[in-house]
């Protein structure tokens, strides 16, 4: 190998190496990642980081061009071929688990088994014998005769794990299906002309792809779980503030209703059958991750202003104009706001309060206006609005 080739190849390695060991770290370190997964990962990036250290030594061994290293190239040219043969088996395993099916017993998984065995016999009888390949005292590699049958075996089990990926497309996922691929096309590429050509160094960067693609799938699983996790905290303070019902109002109806038994049964039953319609609607909209029609939304306002008009009688009246219902809108949208106008404008030493609802199709989607109306004796109305909600949804 000349200089210059054996510089490239030592800083390929290198940086490879370098990419091993952060993937190995991120394994290590990050949480969240199952046992088998980081199990898999540590022994992968850990043949990694050997096949690294070996082609380090190697190339220092090369540059040094002793004549006295020979024999110990020789035995780091086997370790190398051999960590590089482990890692299709590696992810024939991995690509299995992906998919839920028990690598034990595939018959992709024993017929690569076998293939990689005839390779791991023929590489240890490699050191021994001039055939495959071997080391001059310029410590140069040389191709044996019949060098091409030890880069064929591993060849084939390259070309299996490609057969059982497209085959498989149905059961992975598009980012492991792409991974997949970025990891496995390079190396065929590289071991495929290496049966012709001696291009350790491409081979070595073919590797470190190989590397990256696996790497970008733990770090994509680590953010898609964050993001999950994310999302579940949010949902679960959603549904908090949801659940957060005003106690005085559930303690205020139950007696409300409980008086009524006596002397109205029958707005008694009304107002039992509101306050129900309420509380479903409530723990309905918990559940909910889609938009409802605004009728269901309007049908759960009305139903709460039913059970709070129980309770004031004349303190409280309600105003409906809403010709437009046709639109979609997120679940509890209207009744935290007119919830809020009879909570803040209820006054035991005011005026009757007086809510106005209206809805009304606009250029910009659906408009809800909310108004809390106060009387006054002897004086015109002030309306004054609470909050507009304004959606474009249909």
Same mark, same amino acid.
């Given at each position: 190998?000349?200089?210059?080739?054996?510089?490239?190849?030592?800083?390929?390695?290198?940086?490879?190496?370098?990419?091993? #060991?952060?993937?190995?770290?991120?394994?290590?370190?990050?949480?969240?990642?199952?046992?088998?997964?980081?199990?898999?990962?540590?022994?992968?990036?850990?043949?990694?980081?050997?096949?690294?250290?070996?082609?380090?030594?190697?190339?220092?061994?090369?540059?040094?061009?002793?004549?006295?290293?020979?024999?110990?190239?020789?035995?780091?040219?086997?370790?190398?071929?051999?960590?590089?043969? #482990?890692?299709?088996?590696? #992810?024939?395993?991995?690509?299995?688990?992906?998919?839920?099916?028990?690598?034990?017993?595939?018959?992709?998984?024993?017929?690569?088994?076998?293939?990689?065995?005839?390779?791991?016999?023929?590489?240890? *009888?490699?050191?021994?014998?001039?055939?495959?390949?071997?080391?001059?005292?310029?410590?140069?590699?040389?191709?044996?005769?019949?060098?091409?049958?030890?880069?064929?075996?591993?060849?084939?089990?390259?070309?299996?794990?490609?057969?059982?990926?497209?085959?498989?497309?149905?059961?992975?996922?598009?980012?492991?299906?792409?991974?997949?691929?970025?990891?496995?096309?390079?190396?065929?590429?590289?071991?495929?002309?290496?049966?012709?050509?001696?291009?350790?160094?491409?081979?070595?960067?073919?590797?470190?792809?190989?590397?990256?693609?696996?790497? @970008?799938? *733990?770090?994509?699983?680590?953010?898609?779980?964050?993001?999950?996790?994310?999302?579940?905290?949010?949902?679960?303070? @959603?549904?908090?503030?949801?659940?957060?019902?005003?106690?005085?109002?559930?303690?205020?109806?139950?007696?409300?209703?409980?008086?009524?038994?006596?002397?109205?049964?029958?707005?008694?039953?009304?107002?039992?059958?509101?306050?129900?319609?309420?509380?479903?609607?409530?723990?309905?909209? *918990?559940?909910?991750?889609?938009?409802?029609?605004?009728?269901?939304?309007?049908?759960?306002?009305?139903?709460?202003?039913?059970?709070?008009?129980?309770?004031?009688?004349?303190?409280?009246?309600?105003?409906?104009?809403?010709?437009?219902?046709?639109?979609? #809108?997120?679940?509890? @949208?209207?009744?935290?706001?007119?919830?809020?106008?009879?909570?803040?404008?209820?006054?035991?030493?005011?005026?009757?309060?007086?809510?106005?609802?209206?809805?009304?199709?606009?250029?910009?989607?659906?408009?809800?206006?909310?108004?809390?109306?106060?009387?006054?004796?002897?004086?015109?109305?002030?309306?004054?609005?609470?909050?507009?909600?304004?959606?474009?949804?249909?």
């Amino acid at each position: 190998m000349s200089l210059l080739m054996s510089h490239i190849s030592f800083f390929l390695v290198g940086a490879a190496m370098m990419l091993f #060991l952060m993937g190995l770290s991120a394994v290590i370190i990050l949480p969240g990642i199952d046992r088998w997964s980081r199990t898999f990962f540590i022994v992968y990036f850990t043949v990694l980081m050997l096949y690294g250290i070996t082609g380090m030594s190697e190339g220092i061994l090369e540059l040094l061009s002793d004549q006295s290293s020979t024999r110990l190239i020789d035995v780091f040219y086997f370790f190398e071929t051999v960590l590089t043969s #482990l890692i299709s088996p590696l #992810l024939a395993v991995y690509m299995h688990h992906c998919c839920g099916e028990d690598w034990r017993n595939s018959r992709y998984i024993r017929l690569m088994t076998a293939f990689w065995l005839v390779l791991f016999v023929l590489l240890c *009888i490699s050191p021994f014998s001039t055939l495959f390949y071997y080391a001059t005292p310029e410590t140069t590699f040389v191709r044996g005769p019949l060098y091409p049958l030890v880069v064929f075996f591993f060849l084939i089990t390259i070309i299996l794990n490609l057969i059982y990926v497209i085959r498989r497309r149905s059961l992975l996922s598009e980012k492991y299906y792409f991974s997949f691929l970025v990891g496995i096309v390079p190396i065929l590429t590289a071991v495929f002309i290496q049966m012709f050509i001696t291009i350790f160094s491409y081979l070595a960067m073919c590797i470190a792809i190989c590397a990256i693609s696996m790497f @970008t799938i *733990i770090v994509s699983d680590q953010i898609e779980q964050n993001m999950r996790q994310q999302q579940e905290i949010a949902n679960q303070r @959603t549904s908090l503030l949801l659940l957060q019902i005003r106690r005085h109002f559930i303690y205020n109806t139950m007696m409300s209703i409980y008086y009524l038994c006596k002397q109205d049964p029958d707005k008694a039953q009304q107002v039992t059958l509101d306050f129900t319609t309420y509380l479903r609607k409530n723990f309905s909209a *918990i559940t909910s991750e889609k938009l409802i029609p605004f009728s269901e939304e309007l049908e759960h306002t009305r139903a709460y202003l039913a059970v709070e008009q129980a309770q004031f009688e004349d303190r409280l009246f309600v105003s409906y104009d809403t010709p437009h219902t046709d639109f979609y #809108l997120p679940p509890l @949208t209207l009744q935290p706001i007119v919830e809020n106008a009879v909570k803040h404008g209820m006054d035991p030493d005011s005026e009757p309060l007086h809510i106005f609802i209206r809805t009304e199709k606009t250029d910009f989607g659906s408009e809800i206006t909310v108004e809390r109306i106060l009387s006054q004796p002897m004086i015109t109305s002030r309306i004054s609005p609470l909050r507009t909600y304004s959606s474009a949804l249909k």
